[in-house]
């Protein structure tokens, strides 16, 4: 391993002589040599033998003597400060990462994306095209990342309800729609489209109907056949956004008329009867 300069502090001073210095490996030796001494066939045996191990198995092969005196004070340090610098970079990567992310993002539903240029891009995130390159390789790419970051932040905002509960499925329905809502609307203007922005539309409409499954799993594993599949599309429909579109813009019923009326739907939806068959 490694240890860094400074860490030997020396050797006893029994004489006139001046200090040498010579290096063994990667380890700076300071040594105050007696007159007629020669600790170097010692030093360079020791270290030959535990150049793979732990700086501190030197203290056992009689290092530790007046003439050679070992201390550490510098190890933690030096490797903390490596360590900091380490994470300081990543944290400095990320939030560049996060910042170009971000104008993706703007650009994409100011309805930009399609005509705003690379430089323009990276400016909106305060770097250099070529730092936007090293991190996306092409536009495409920034914008399918940007679009997998909000489809995680969304999943994880609609599948926190415990499948069966209804009215909390509703809740994080709305809350949803009530933030996010209009980019969901832009990105269901890209049906048809080929390329990454076709892809956009099918990862919405995959989680979408992921989140029904999950949120009213226990009440469709009562049903079965063509009756389950008539529930699920019902339940899809209902739970669309251009359903809340319609009750919250359109008609502009209150928060709460809009989660009663959805809710309602949705129970009567779900009732026992001929659902079954």
């Known amino acids: ?40 066939e010692k030093w360079a045996e020791v270290h ?6 732990d700086a501190r198995s030197y203290l056992s092969d009689g290092l530790t003597s007046p003439e050679f005196r070992i201390t550490f004070r510098h190890m933690k340090s030096g490797g903390s400060k490596r360590q900091y610098r380490q994470v300081a970079r990543a944290e400095g990567r990320q939030r560049t990462r996060e910042a170009l ?27 250099t095209k070529q730092t936007l390159l090293r991190h996306f390789s092409t536009k495409e790419g920034l914008l399918e990342a940007s679009a997998l ?32 809502g209009e980019r969901s609307l832009a990105i269901g203007a890209l049906e048809g489209r080929d390329g990454v922005l076709g892809d956009l539309v099918a990862h919405a409409k995959r989680l979408h109907y992921d989140w029904v499954e999950h949120a009213f799993a226990p009440q469709l594993a009562r049903l079965r056949g063509r009756a389950r599949a008539r529930r699920r599309a019902a339940l899809i429909a209902l739970c669309d956004v251009h359903v809340w579109r319609l009750l919250a813009h ?23 009867g001929d659902g079954a068959r």
């Open 149 to 180: 970051r909000g489809r995680d932040r969304i999943a994880a905002q609609r599948f926190s309800a415990a499948p069966g509960d209804i009215a909390a499925a509703v809740d994080t329905l709305l809350e949803h729609y009530e933030q996010d």
């Open 1 to 40: 391993m490694f240890v860094p300069a400074g860490m030997v502090q020396g050797f006893r001073n029994a004489g006139d002589r001046p200090a040498r210095r010579w290096v063994v490996g990667p380890v700076e030796v300071a040594e105050e040599l007696r007159a007629g001494e020669r600790p170097r």
């Open 101 to 127: 992310l971000d104008a993706a993002e703007h650009e994409f539903f100011a309805g930009q994306f399609e005509n705003v240029s690379l430089e323009d891009l990276a400016a909106r995130a305060g770097v």
């Open 250 to 272: 359109d008609l502009r019923l209150p928060r709460a008329e809009v989660r009663r009326t959805v809710i309602e739907s949705i129970e009567r939806l779900l009732e026992d």
């Open 48 to 53: 030959e033998r535990h150049r793979s191990h």
